[in-house]
């Protein structure tokens, strides 16, 4: 797979920002078919930092109630990159 189709884009969320700042773990949505392999690699090519490790989580949709009935959050897949001590992302 590609790096630019394999991580889709980063998740910014105070969670999120305080991982990255405090353990240097970084947060991204992923595509669907994407494993720990695929994103170790993406991740390396696209940022050029050493990965130490993935953890990915399958986040499943949420079902919500409207005016008009009922409908359903999509799915998604993030990964938490866990980036070496000695290097930094730098997102913003």
Avoid at 18 to 33: D, L, V, W, Y
Avoid at 52 to 71: D, L, T
Wanted: proline share 4%.
């Amino acid at each position: 797979m590609l790096a630019t189709r394999v991580i889709r884009r980063p998740v910014v969320t105070e969670k999120a920002a305080f991982a990255s700042g405090t353990f240097n773990r970084h947060t991204f949505e992923i595509c669907p078919q994407a494993r720990k392999a695929d994103v170790k690699a993406a991740v390396e090519e696209l940022y050029g930092v050493r990965v130490q490790g993935v953890a990915i989580q399958n986040r499943k949709g949420q079902q919500r109630r409207g005016r008009h009935g009922y409908w359903k959050t999509p799915e998604t897949k993030r990964a938490i990159v866990k980036i070496h001590p000695d290097d930094r992302i730098e997102l913003f």
